[in-house]
Structure formats: C-alpha cells, structure tokens
C-alpha cells in the first residue's frame, strides 16, 4: 500500500538527463494520483471509525498488493480531510526519492 508511489520516487530520485544549455534533472513529468484510500499503521487505527478495507490487509488471500507491509492497512475515506490526506501522503512517499513532486490530477477509488 503506497509501495508504487514510494518505487517510482525512488526511481525518479536516480534519473536525470542533461538537456540543452547544461540543464541536469528531471524533465517535466506528470503524475496522477487516486485518493480516497489512507494508509495508516495499524497501531493508529480507530476501532469504530475507520472503514479498513480488510480484503486488502497483509496475509489476505484476496490481497492485491501481494507485498503489502503488515504493519500497514488501507483505511477508505472519502471525506475532505480523507482526500487531502490521500493527496498529502501521496506526495510525500513520490518526493521521499528526493524529487520535487506536483501531483496534476486525481482520481476516487
């Protein structure tokens, strides 16, 4: 969960080119996003409020993220503060590669 945005910053991190006029780093690359899923550990989750999307928890035979950390679960939150959060860790776990990232587009899940 986030691992594909966390493996693409990582990747980004290490690419540059040179173009013309000595110019080195990243040309413009633009990067849609989905939110409405929050990765939380599982030690902040709130019995109750969070909606977990349990088929999607570590160990789960329905599981599509076959790499899924265990210490992680997908919470579903569609709300304003779950949108800018989605969007925010997005950010995050793209820039954690060292790259300045601007997320031009978003999807829902």
Known sequence: LGLSEERLGSALGRFSITG?????GLPPIKIWTKVGR?????SKLMPGVDEVE????AGASSCIFPETPA????VLDYTAEGVITSHA???????A???KVEL????LH
């Open 20 to 24: 013309a006029r000595g110019y080195t």
């Open 54 to 57: 349990t088929a999607n928890l």
């Open 104 to 107: 031009h587009g978003l999807r």
């Open 38 to 42: 929050v990765i939380k550990p599982k």
């Open 71 to 74: 210490d992680r679960a997908p």
């Open 89 to 95: 860790d997005s950010i995050k776990r793209i820039s």
């Open 97 to 99: 590669g060292g790259v």
